[in-house]
Protein backbone atom coordinates (compact mmCIF):
# COMPACT_ATOMS: atom_id res chain seq x y z
CA UNK A 1 0.00 0.00 0.00
CA UNK A 2 1.56 3.27 -1.29
CA UNK A 3 -0.96 6.04 0.13
CA UNK A 4 1.71 8.90 0.11
CA UNK A 5 3.55 8.61 -3.34
CA UNK A 6 0.51 7.96 -5.59
CA UNK A 7 -1.62 10.77 -3.11
CA UNK A 8 1.41 13.44 -3.19
CA UNK A 9 1.68 12.82 -7.07
CA UNK A 10 -1.79 14.42 -7.31
CA UNK A 11 -1.57 16.56 -4.43
CA UNK A 12 0.11 19.56 -5.65
CA UNK A 13 -1.70 19.62 -9.02
CA UNK A 14 -5.02 19.59 -6.95
CA UNK A 15 -4.26 21.90 -4.66
CA UNK A 16 -3.20 24.53 -7.30
CA UNK A 17 -6.18 23.96 -9.92
CA UNK A 18 -8.36 26.72 -9.73
CA UNK A 19 -11.72 26.44 -7.88
CA UNK A 20 -14.23 26.33 -10.86
CA UNK A 21 -12.68 22.89 -11.86
CA UNK A 22 -12.88 21.25 -8.32
CA UNK A 23 -9.59 22.47 -6.99
CA UNK A 24 -8.56 24.45 -3.82
CA UNK A 25 -6.89 27.71 -5.78
CA UNK A 26 -3.82 27.23 -3.72
CA UNK A 27 -0.43 29.00 -5.21
CA UNK A 28 2.60 27.18 -4.64
CA UNK A 29 3.57 29.08 -1.69
CA UNK A 30 0.03 28.07 -0.18
CA UNK A 31 1.34 24.10 -1.21
CA UNK A 32 4.81 24.48 0.23
CA UNK A 33 3.28 25.62 3.69
CA UNK A 34 0.79 22.86 3.72
CA UNK A 35 3.36 20.40 3.28
CA UNK A 36 5.53 22.26 5.72
CA UNK A 37 2.81 21.70 8.25
CA UNK A 38 2.31 18.01 7.52
CA UNK A 39 6.22 17.36 8.03
CA UNK A 40 6.57 18.86 11.40
CA UNK A 41 3.89 17.19 12.19
CA UNK A 42 4.88 13.88 11.38
CA UNK A 43 8.56 14.28 12.43
CA UNK A 44 6.94 14.85 15.93
CA UNK A 45 4.68 11.66 15.44
CA UNK A 46 7.30 9.85 14.35
CA UNK A 47 9.56 10.36 16.74
CA UNK A 48 6.87 10.65 19.82
CA UNK A 49 3.92 9.13 19.02
CA UNK A 50 4.39 6.11 16.76
CA UNK A 51 6.76 3.74 19.03
CA UNK A 52 3.48 4.21 21.92
CA UNK A 53 0.77 3.42 19.31
CA UNK A 54 3.03 0.30 18.04
CA UNK A 55 3.16 -1.24 21.24
CA UNK A 56 0.01 -0.91 22.15
CA UNK A 57 -1.90 -2.28 18.97
CA UNK A 58 0.72 -4.55 17.53
CA UNK A 59 2.36 -4.31 14.35
CA UNK A 60 -0.33 -6.27 12.52
CA UNK A 61 -3.61 -3.82 13.64
CA UNK A 62 -1.70 -0.74 13.16
CA UNK A 63 -1.89 -1.52 9.50
CA UNK A 64 -5.04 -2.59 9.31
CA UNK A 65 -6.64 0.35 11.34
CA UNK A 66 -4.71 2.72 9.29
CA UNK A 67 -5.62 1.42 6.18
CA UNK A 68 -9.29 1.48 6.79
CA UNK A 69 -9.17 5.26 8.63
CA UNK A 70 -7.53 6.44 4.71
CA UNK A 71 -10.09 5.56 3.06
CA UNK A 72 -12.97 7.72 4.47
CA UNK A 73 -9.78 10.58 5.10
CA UNK A 74 -9.11 10.54 1.40
CA UNK A 75 -12.42 10.38 0.05
CA UNK A 76 -13.08 13.50 1.85
CA UNK A 77 -11.24 15.95 -0.14
CA UNK A 78 -13.67 16.31 -2.59
CA UNK A 79 -15.85 18.09 0.06
CA UNK A 80 -12.67 19.96 1.53
CA UNK A 81 -12.78 21.74 -1.69
CA UNK A 82 -16.00 23.08 -1.14
CA UNK A 83 -14.78 25.33 2.08
CA UNK A 84 -13.05 28.27 2.28
CA UNK A 85 -10.74 31.03 4.28
CA UNK A 86 -9.56 29.78 7.44
CA UNK A 87 -11.82 26.52 7.76
CA UNK A 88 -10.52 25.11 4.59
CA UNK A 89 -7.05 26.14 6.00
CA UNK A 90 -7.88 24.50 9.11
CA UNK A 91 -9.35 21.43 7.47
CA UNK A 92 -6.68 20.98 4.50
CA UNK A 93 -3.94 20.93 7.30
CA UNK A 94 -5.55 18.64 9.41
CA UNK A 95 -5.98 16.23 6.80
CA UNK A 96 -3.01 16.52 4.51
CA UNK A 97 -1.02 15.61 8.49
CA UNK A 98 -3.22 12.57 8.89
CA UNK A 99 -2.72 11.13 5.49
CA UNK A 100 0.49 11.57 5.56
CA UNK A 101 0.82 10.39 9.16
CA UNK A 102 -1.37 7.11 8.04
CA UNK A 103 0.53 6.79 5.01
CA UNK A 104 4.02 6.75 6.69
CA UNK A 105 2.99 4.56 9.93
CA UNK A 106 1.63 1.72 7.29
CA UNK A 107 4.88 2.33 5.65
CA UNK A 108 7.39 2.18 8.59
CA UNK A 109 5.39 -1.04 10.12
CA UNK A 110 5.63 -2.96 6.59
CA UNK A 111 9.44 -2.80 6.30
CA UNK A 112 9.42 -3.61 10.30
CA UNK A 113 7.53 -6.67 9.52
CA UNK A 114 9.06 -7.69 6.56
CA UNK A 115 12.24 -7.23 8.14
CA UNK A 116 11.73 -9.42 11.29
CA UNK A 117 10.32 -12.07 9.22
CA UNK A 118 13.68 -12.63 7.51
CA UNK A 119 15.26 -12.76 10.86
CA UNK A 120 12.92 -15.27 12.32
CA UNK A 121 14.19 -18.06 9.97
CA UNK A 122 17.25 -18.15 12.19
CA UNK A 123 17.91 -21.92 10.51
CA UNK A 124 19.34 -19.80 7.32
CA UNK A 125 22.64 -18.67 6.82
CA UNK A 126 23.44 -14.63 7.20
CA UNK A 127 24.22 -14.88 3.06
CA UNK A 128 20.71 -16.66 2.95
CA UNK A 129 18.87 -14.23 4.88
CA UNK A 130 20.30 -11.31 2.91
CA UNK A 131 18.78 -12.81 -0.14
CA UNK A 132 15.44 -13.35 1.48
CA UNK A 133 15.62 -9.68 2.74
CA UNK A 134 16.77 -8.34 -0.56
CA UNK A 135 14.17 -10.88 -3.29
CA UNK A 136 11.48 -9.51 -0.10
CA UNK A 137 12.13 -5.87 -1.15
CA UNK A 138 12.06 -6.73 -4.70
CA UNK A 139 9.24 -8.50 -4.95
CA UNK A 140 7.09 -5.48 -2.62
CA UNK A 141 8.71 -2.77 -4.81
CA UNK A 142 7.51 -4.99 -7.72
CA UNK A 143 4.15 -4.93 -6.24
CA UNK A 144 3.89 -1.46 -5.75
CA UNK A 145 4.94 -0.52 -8.83
CA UNK A 146 1.89 -2.50 -10.75
CA UNK A 147 -0.28 -2.75 -7.63
CA UNK A 148 -1.68 0.79 -8.60
CA UNK A 149 -2.19 -0.42 -12.23
CA UNK A 150 -4.37 -3.54 -11.42
Avoid at 48 to 74: A, F, Q, T
Avoid at 94 to 110: E, M, Y
Wanted: glycine share 8%; no cysteine.
Amino acid sequence: MRLKSQSLKIFSPWAESPRRIGGLGYTTKDVGTVLSISGLGLLIFQSSLYPMVEKIMGPVLVSRVLGMISIPLLTSYHFIAMLSGITLALVFNTASLLKNVISISIDTRLFILQNRAVIILESFDQDQRGATNGLAMTLMSFFKAFGPAG
